[in-house]
């Protein structure tokens, strides 16, 4: 009993400037404490949700990510610290949300959220945050809220814009789905690794998610359901549109909904997206013969034997300035999504060659493969 | 007829228009008349699109995974392509974002 009275009063002083609120006060904060959140990715966006979700007193929360913390996270994923990079990103991240507050059950799930655990995973929380980073996680995420009925805080950041929403929330709410019936072509679909993304971006958009969720489970507010919040973080912009409601005859979430309990485990979301659970790039490209093609070794070999060659590289010049090889020209070939993996510079041999230059050649797989397999010092990116 | 329209694109969209997010452009109207947002996407792609119109348009209307929006309210709710445009509106292309 005793313990009961200092574990109380230690809650009211922890969150006693959340208590102190008029709009939210201690009915709030005792459901918000008796509510459990499950945070589906714990990258750019879902290190502020969970580390926002956990101080605010959120009772149990769930990470879900099956990556390793890398080098080239740490400037936007603020949850994982240096000496985390090569672990699990769940764990890193549910280490740090207890370390921040005690009091709260953490549940790490070092597993991908896939067809067959996602609604399992899903049911076991009142309140879903989507901080994944692909398609084919984003279609999966919201079918399984929309069966499970399980309000989605759906927030989204690459280069320098953001997108928030909430779906599958009360009566009218709309999934994603109903936004989006038919799943974008992979290669409409940037990433963070091609198109960057800049660290605070994700950080204002999974904060945002964090209230979001904050406001579902606890009553309070408005939530972003049937709005979108759209983010230009260069103009200093954030502004609100109005979206549909639940679409009648929605694959996932109407009442003709053909995605149920029993089919989702075996919908077939990597076609149906025609990529991969993971932000991976879309496949190489084999637009060439092999003879107009050089590996890179064989290219480092003909470069140390001092044959006469020029080396054209065809990447965006922010990249040429990462790195190039020695002595190369920099032509970028400014085409919508800039990749590195040598998809370009096969589309800029064609053009070369049905132009007349018949002595074209491209390099198998890019800078990306001239890193693994010719010159172990050139940056990875 | 022709409408002074205001036509936004964002979301990673605006590189496949000279790297620009917003024009003002004078529509001219279509096959009815009036100006709709059929027109105005037409105009897009024919006159600010610079390269890969696959990127903005599948079949007769926007590519899987664009919203558009007209004075700041999903086309769902306005009509579609069928949207009537006047003088001072706006036209939003957002293409979804799913990096995170």
Known sequence: MLSEVVRLRAEIERYSRQIVLPAFGVEAQAKLCGAAVLVVGAGGLGSPAALYLAAAGVGRLGIVDCDAVERSNLHRQVIHSEAAVGGHKALSAAAACRAVNSSIQVEAHCCRLAPGNALELVRGYDAVVDASDNAFTRYLLSDACAVARRPLMSGAALGTDGHLTVYCLGDDGPCHRCLFPEAPRPEACGRCSDAGVLGPVPGIIGTLQAMEAVKVVTGVGRPLSRRLLMLDALQGRMHTVKLRAKMVGCVACSAAATITSASLASYDYAAFTGAQPNDAAPPQLHLLRDAERLSPAALRERLEDGEEAVVVDVRPRNQFDIAHIPGSLSCPYDVGRPDQRGNDSQRVVALLRENGIGCAMDMVGGLQAWAALADPSFPAY | ?100
């Open chain 2, 1 to 100: 007829m022709a409408a002074r329209v205001k036509i936004e694109l964002s979301g990673g969209l605006e590189i496949i228009f000279g790297n620009a997010k917003e024009y003002t452009a004078q529509v001219p109207s279509g096959a009815s008349g009036k100006v709709t947002v059929l027109d105005v996407m037409l105009y897009a792609r024919d006159h600010l699109l610079t390269e890969r119109p696959e990127l903005f348009m599948k079949g007769n209307s926007v590519r899987p995974g664009i919203l558009v929006l007209v004075n700041d309210v999903d086309w769902e709710l306005t009509g579609e392509l069928q949207t009537e445009v006047a003088d001072g509106d706006s036209v939003v292309f957002i293409s979804t974002l799913h990096g995170g």
